[in-house]
């Protein structure tokens, strides 16, 4: 919409920032993950 003076960025890639609870969070995704997918099986 750059007629109304808004313009979409990317946001900068924030590759240096290691999240310390990724590992945490991704394991709780695919915790819940499973117990979905065997859930609709």
Known sequence: M????IVW???AP???I???HK???MAAIHK???E???EHQ
Do not use: F, Q, V
């Not at 750059?2 to 003076?5: H, N, Q």
């Open 14 to 16: 924030t590759l240096r």
């Open 36 to 38: 979905c997918s065997a």
């Open 9 to 11: 960025r990317r946001a």
């Open 32 to 34: 819940a993950l499973d």
């Open 18 to 20: 290691r999240d310390p």
């Open 2 to 5: 750059p007629s109304a003076g």
């Open 23 to 25: 590992d945490e969070k």
